[in-house]
């Protein structure tokens, strides 16, 4: 987990060291340390979650600039679904497509096509035997981090196919060297176009391939205003988009889970309704489904918080473009096999972040003292030592992270002695 | 004794929504000191299913863990109406619950058996009338 390159980063000039973030992160992964906050790289997920609630906007999201990739020969753009509930009053997504080949994009791949063909592979996928039920969508990358670091037991359980970015990205590359015989793969450079910081991230450290074809990660609300006025010069789009309804609806929460043709799904959105479900599943509770979609934030990836418009609206959005649309564009013969290279090329590891040591006699002498030390503090979870509750401050002084005194409330009581 | 500890948890009667909480604390706890995924998957799914018995059958109890760096000991007590015939408790499918407990999805008669597949020793000591109390081993 070293040289983890985070999207989530702290402004410390803007951090007023509040305790909203340390209490909500989802892997405890926040402490606030000399008056501002910390964030533990091995177990920030980039969820987005302290981005969210940040009250003074010191936590953000890193992306990229279009400019950077100046020097590349031709670049494609990879727009995400959620891309196309931002703006009103559209009658199809391709004034989108259009207006970015005229941000310089040279070509446009929709991930909603790629998503299209994931749920074709699922589809098939899914039929197979043995495999552990229920299976847990891996599109999410928040998602999957939080398997990874929480619930090691279920990482098995993971879709161990691409998710839709990777299989856009590799599409992308392929199509462009076919039309164009004279680009080599390193003249080609592929941004994605970003709902999410935990996308962003997910370029820089991929989970479940070695290394991502997608070079960078733009954010949307970045390139939503030059996006706009493009399309507001654009007379007759050009008929760019290969979605169909299937594809459009990965934006949201459901819309994996709805079109594999079973109904022994489960949906949710949010992470800490995720956490319940997966803490469910490892209760080996819901083995009568066939197929878990999570995603990280509320309404899916139209929740991100790099998107411009209110998840909601954006949903609305969606359905109306959609209602012209054919189910799929993207099918695949039932005879063409489950191709290899549609599969993870690397599997997914635990993250042992959370172990108080790798021997675990010392570990469960750790947890004693943490435990001896925890029956010593006042339960209230206030967050004012800076940790998020009084377990955590336990630990970390165990860890040799924090001591005693900065518990306020014991402190006041000697004090007061 | 250092390398070894005890959690204990007081399981509250009548409350489905809060079931289940020890399991989810007993697992963040496991995953700290370190064991691996698949013995904190038994004994997560060995406690909830004991912490969901005691609501349905026993108004409550309390669950006790001993953790040692070789195994993990669960003992599940209660002071309900106690088990009439354990073999038959033991079967797949049979069930007490009653129909109200059984509308909500629960009491399909896999509890007892579910805890012996995930444990490695699992021994019932019960009386009716004074209650029940389950000992179950995981080995890691």
Not at chain 1, 74 to 92: M, N, T
Not at chain 1, 225 to 235: A, G, H, Y
Not at chain 1, 278 to 288: A, F, I, P, S
Not at chain 1, 368 to 393: F, M, T, V, W
């Amino acid at each position: 987990m070293l040289n983890y390159k985070h999207s989530v980063t702290l402004d410390v000039t803007r951090c007023k060291g509040c305790t909203n973030c340390i209490k909500r992160c989802p892997t405890e992964a926040i402490r606030v340390r000399n008056g501002h906050a910390v964030i533990t790289e091995e177990r920030c997920i980039d969820c987005g979650e302290c981005i969210r609630l940040c009250p003074y906007q010191a936590k953000k999201a890193r992306y990229d600039s279009f400019e950077a990739f100046s020097d590349y020969k031709y670049k494609i753009a990879l727009p995400a679904p959620a891309l196309y509930g931002q703006f009103a009053d559209l009658d199809s997504v391709d004034s989108i497509l259009d207006a970015l080949l005229r941000c310089g994009f040279d070509a446009v791949y929709e991930v909603s096509k790629a998503a299209e063909l994931v749920t074709e592979h699922t589809r098939r996928y899914i039929k197979r035997k043995g495999l552990p039920k229920p299976l847990i969508s891996s599109a999410c990358p928040a998602i999957v981090r939080l398997i990874a670091l929480r619930f090691p037991s279920l990482v098995d359980n993971l879709l161990p196919l691409m998710p839709p970015i990777e299989l856009a990205a590799r599409n992308a590359r392929a199509e462009a060297m076919e039309r164009n015989p004279e680009l080599s793969d390193d003249d080609i450079c592929v941004l994605f176009i970003s709902p999410c910081p935990a996308k962003i991230s997910y370029i820089k450290n991929p989970v479940g391939v070695q290394k991502s074809a997608v070079n960078g990660g733009l954010a949307i609300n970045d390139i939503y205003f030059k996006l706009r006025s493009e399309m507001k010069n654009l007379k007759d789009p050009k008929l760019i988009s290969e979605t169909g309804i299937i594809g459009l609806n990965w934006a949201g929460s459901g819309g994996e889970a709805t079109s594999l043709l079973s109904d022994k799904y489960l949906a949710a959105d949010g992470i800490e309704n995720c956490i319940k479900v997966l803490d469910e599943v490892e209760n080996g509770t819901m083995h009568e489904l066939e197929f878990v979609e999570l995603n990280a934030c509320i309404g899916g990836c139209v929740g991100g918080t790099l998107n411009v418009e209110n998840p909601f609206v954006a949903k609305a959005r969606l359905r109306s473009l959609r209602k012209y649309l054919p189910v799929s564009q993207n099918t695949i013969p039932d005879s063409e096999a489950l191709g290899e290279d549609v599969f993870y090329d690397v599997d997914i590891e635990e993250n042992p972040a959370a172990a108080l040591s790798s021997d675990r006699f010392e570990a469960i002498t750790k947890m004693r003292e943490i435990e001896e030390i925890y029956q010593g503090l006042p339960h209230l979870d206030c967050g004012s030592c800076g940790a998020p509750s009084c377990h955590a401050l336990a630990e970390d002084i165990v860890r040799g992270e924090a001591s005693i005194d900065n518990c306020i409330i014991r402190l006041r009581e000697r004090a007061e002695k | 004794m250092a390398g070894e500890i005890n959690f204990h948890f007081d399981i509250d009667g009548g409350n489905f929504t809060s079931a289940g909480e020890a399991s989810v604390r007993i697992k963040k706890l496991l995953r700290d000191m370190g064991f691996p995924p698949d013995v904190i998957r038994r004994v997560s799914v060995a406690m909830y299913e004991g912490e969901i018995n005691m609501v349905i059958h026993a108004n409550g109890g309390s669950a006790d863990v001993n953790v040692s760096p070789d195994k993990i000991e669960i003992i599940l007590a209660d002071s309900g109406p106690g088990i009439k015939n354990i073999e038959l408790a033991m079967q797949e499918g049979y069930s007490t619950a009653p129909d109200n407990i059984r509308s909500l999805g629960f009491g399909a008669g896999m509890g007892l058996p579910n805890m012996k597949r995930y444990t490695d020793e699992m021994r019932i000591e019960s009386e009716v009338g004074r209650g029940t109390t389950i000992y179950m081993t995981v080995n890691v």
